[in-house]
């Protein structure tokens, strides 16, 4: 397994071991994160975020970032659930750039709400019953 050096080399070897997903991605995640552990963890003695939060503080940074057109933005870098903000995770774990606690799993990614619902709903109209119950 090879390990990265710094975070740019990181994304480099994520991007050759799994080329579904942009380089713009992985920096993506890492403001995200930067953003979900000052939301979520900062009064924390353990800054460590779980995979719901670090999922919903990518979203919203998607959505504080670009708006209307947050789901499109990401789907061009290839990432479309929760599950691919796992994948884009757990890459970087295993080139050495982030972390894991006993326990954590890529699993934890899974079944959480619909990106596209979380993405979309800001920007629905409320008279638009159908618009709001997708998932």
Known sequence: MEFANCFEDGVELACRKDPRFKADAYDFLRKAMDVATERYACSRSNKHLSAEELYIGCCAHALEEYGPLAKLVLQSWGVRSSEDVGCLVYNLIEVGIFGKQKG??????????????????????????????QG
């Open 104 to 133: 954590d799993s890529q699993d934890e990614f899974a079944g959480l709400p619909s990106m596209e619902k979380i993405l979309d709903e800001p920007y629905c109209p409320e008279e638009q019953d159908g618009c709001r119950a």
